[in-house]
């Protein structure tokens, strides 16, 4: 397995976690701010998705 496949996987489980602390987050600041970070974690993982599509490597997307 390379580096970018690894950080794919990685980057898909925190912005999993980050969207279900959104779900609890007691402030709308919070939650906004965590599910920013979502985000960001998600353009990470489609980047190593792209990298490993242009290995040959592409993994089957996770739906969200």
């Given at each position: 397995?390379?580096?970018?496949?690894?950080?794919?996987?990685?980057?898909?489980?925190?912005?999993?976690?980050?969207?279900?602390?959104?779900?609890?987050?007691?402030?709308?600041?919070?939650?906004?701010?965590?599910?920013?970070k979502a985000d960001t974690?998600?353009?990470?993982?489609?980047?190593?998705?792209?990298?490993?599509?242009?290995?040959?490597?592409?993994?089957?997307?996770?739906?969200?």
């Amino acid at each position: 397995m390379t580096l970018d496949g690894q950080l794919l996987g990685y980057w898909e489980r925190e912005a999993a976690r980050l969207e279900s602390l959104a779900a609890a987050a007691r402030f709308a600041w919070q939650r906004r701010r965590l599910l920013r970070k979502a985000d960001t974690a998600r353009a990470k993982a489609a980047t190593s998705r792209r990298r490993e599509a242009a290995r040959g490597n592409a993994p089957e997307p996770i739906e969200t």
